[in-house]
């Protein structure tokens, strides 16, 4: 039987026991426990599947240790700045690890660990899930049919139809939002790792429809470190990661970051200190509460995820784009931004206990994760990824194209 511990009964924690206590799409005994620090949190989560429900503080380190114990896998849910306490908690008690993202610097003290994880053994997949996650494992997929890589981009569009009233909806947790919006993003750029303004970088993307053209542009994320660690021995020089959120919703956030929510420096209000980023989450959370039970409008959103890896073949420039399509989740009524992050622990969780995952360390999703047999269980669960190759046909690379389409009209 398998032994999993949840840490964290927020949305994603709620979408991993969704896609693990569904009998068709995850098959086998289970032991689950899910915790939180809010005991009613992991409680109302627990009554909905006949889980148990623990209440936990992962600050706590002795009583995190207690709570894990005897699992085989522990799915990190919570916020990123405890991965690396959580991870240590996993090598004291021998349990495998999953998180959903370290935001790039986490992320970087984090591959520090994987001696460690592979000296006992366990397997520590670090940002499992939809980007980073899935985008990785689709940026494995196509640097594997190549012999060098000279660039790895990811790139993530979301766009949200759903005809309502409401004044916003939450794609995943605002605070990343808005540390993704002010916060420096890093970037490998001919074999460095160096930082560019937040928000630069901006373009005009195409991206499979219900989304077509939209704006993309740099933010703060894990990929450009992965794929700089993973595909070294193939000599990337180059790599990113860009986003593109539905514009109403990007005016939004810009808007408030402008006016100083994004921080965490104090503002005195009536003699009292506030930190206005966690007030403003505080709100937007209580207004999204109140506006869920309204019943107004029928969620519609979509996620297009895109990794495009360029390198060579055999001495031939090739392109190589894999991308995955997300809509609103048919089954369980989840949005496509939580669906796609919730679901992905949950395949891995269960490909590491089946034997399928064999490689040990700590590693991004691009390295470890075998890219066919998840990509079928993504399809299984209303996610279809597809891949489209490019390769010159009149030379060895594509100086003669880009030539051309970049002509001046």
Known sequence: MMKLVILGAGLQGNICCTDLCDAELSPGEKEIIIADYDLKKAEDVAKKFGLKAVQLDVRDHDRLVEVIKGADIVLNCVQYNWNIDIMKACLEVKAHYIDLGGLFHVTKKQLELDEEFKAAGLT???????????????AGYAASKLDTIEEAKAICACGDFTRTNAIIGIPYSLLTVMEEHTLEPWILKDGVLQPVPAGSGREIIDFTEPIGPAEAFYCI???????????????????SFKLSLSEDFEERISFLAGLGFATEDP?????????PLRTMIAVVNKYLENYDGSQDGELNDCDVLRAVVTGTKDGIEKEIMVECVIRTSEKWGFMAGALDTGVPPSIVAQMIYN???????????????????????????????????????????????????????
């Open 124 to 138: 520590a997949v670090l940002g499992m899930g939809s980007t980073p996650g899935t985008m990785n494992v689709m």
């Open 221 to 239: 994320h894990s990929e450009p470190v992965q794929f700089a660690s993973s595909f070294k021995e193939k000599g990337i020089k180059n790599a």
């Open 267 to 275: 503002v005195s209000v009536q003699g009292q200190d506030v930190n």
């Open 355 to 409: 034997g399928q995952i064999t490689e040990r360390g700590a590693f991004g999703a691009e390295k470890g994760i075998p890219a066919i047999p998840y990509f079928k269980e993504l399809s299984r669960r209303q996610m279809p990824v597809y891949c489209v190759e490019k390769t010159p046909l009149s030379g060895s690379d594509f100086t003669q194209l880009r030539r051309e389409m970049y002509k001046p009209k």
